[in-house]
């Protein structure tokens, strides 16, 4: 595709229900981050891959939160058991080797 | 742990102003900083990107300047239009090309 794309764009979870964000990179691109960006602040990173490598995940929060890239193209990321502190955007953005990095939309998730 | 910061938070100007958006970082061994507007609900689009080989960098009514030394970069845009109201972030790289954020610039341009 011509950009990086993610799905759904808005997502709406009672408290303790598990949901999956996906990203589509851009075609090609070997890197793969995760971002999340709560109201009024700065993105923030998740995790990383290398094509289907996860080769940092030092900013996922806690165990609830899991991504996965299987075959080094579409990533998920997954939350279990969402708590209201786990609202805000979720980015994704896809790069070639260490070149520009280009975002998606964003997912906006709302646990209520 | 690569910190930071953007000043200011926050601004209002009346369109045509010339205007000055500030960065700061502290780890002065960076690869590139990138800056970055965000609309409202919307995702990030890059607006330059500056190698750290690079004193500034243009593109149309934006340049962006980098002193690595002094671990700042100034966004500077010129005649501001109502389009351009939005939040600008800045953007530094670690070798792993994960990017450590300010909290960016809110900024509004009155017709």
């Known amino acids: 595709g011509a950009g990086v794309s993610q799905s759904p764009r808005y997502k709406v979870a009672k408290r303790g229900q598990d949901v999956a964000l996906r990203c589509d990179p851009i075609s090609g691109h070997v890197s793969l981050f995760w971002y999340q960006q709560a109201l009024g602040q700065g993105p923030e990173f998740l995790t990383y891959f290398q094509n289907e490598a996860q080769l940092d995940k030092s900013g996922l929060p806690s165990d609830r939160f899991f991504a996965e890239r299987p075959e080094g193209s579409v990533s998920t990321l997954k939350i279990q058991r969402t708590q209201q502190e786990d609202s805000a955007v979720y980015l994704c953005a896809s790069s070639l080797a260490n070149l520009e990095q280009f975002f998606g939309p964003g997912t906006r998730l709302t646990v209520l | 742990k690569q910190e930071v910061t953007q000043i200011p938070a926050a601004l209002s100007v009346p369109e045509g102003e010339n205007l000055v958006l500030n960065c700061s970082f502290t780890?002065?061994?960076?690869?590139?900083l990138q800056w970055f507007r965000q609309d409202p609900g919307k995702g990030l689009t890059s607006l330059l990107l500056i190698q750290s080989s690079q004193r500034e960098q243009t593109s149309g009514r934006l340049n962006a300047s980098l002193d690595k030394s002094s671990g700042r970069s100034t966004l500077y845009i010129a005649a501001s239009q109502p389009g351009d109201s939005a939040t600008y972030l800045c953007?530094?790289?670690?070798?792993?090309?994960?990017?450590?954020f300010g909290s960016g610039t809110k900024l509004n341009v009155k017709p």
């Open positions: 953007a530094v790289p670690d070798n792993f090309n994960k990017f450590y």
């Open positions: 780890d002065s061994a960076i690869y590139n």
